[in-house]
């Protein structure tokens, strides 16, 4: 991933956007063109993980409760991908720290 991408993941979470639907839809967006534009399929795989949580702020409002676990899932794990990318990582790795993600929100989503 290229750094100029993280930098914009970064600003987006600093500014907390991630309960803003435009907003996150415009992120969602620009993963999937990095990924169309570089061939790096990281970024749109990152793109489908937050397009979960934009799919469910569109079923109705999500409770508090939810919406502090699901930060507490997205936040920390996109932090640690975007750690291990800046630190060049094996792409493996990036892959298995986004698979992290799927699967602790896919269960959060399934509990609820």
Do not use: C
């Not at 500014?15 to 992120?27: I, N, T």
């Amino acid at each position: 991933m290229r750094p100029q991408l993280l930098d914009a993941i970064e600003g987006f979470f600093e500014q907390g956007s991630l309960w803003d639907g435009d907003a996150l839809a415009e992120l969602i967006a620009r993963l999937d063109a990095e990924t169309a534009e570089t061939g790096d399929p990281l970024p749109e795989r990152l793109g489908r993980f937050l397009r979960s949580v934009h799919l469910r702020m569109q079923l109705g409002e999500i409770p508090q409760r939810t919406r502090d676990d699901i930060e507490a899932i997205v936040y920390p794990r996109v932090w640690k991908l975007m750690e291990a990318a800046r630190d060049d990582l094996p792409a493996g790795e990036l892959q298995t720290r986004l698979e992290v993600m799927n699967r602790r929100l896919s269960r959060l989503f399934a509990r609820e």
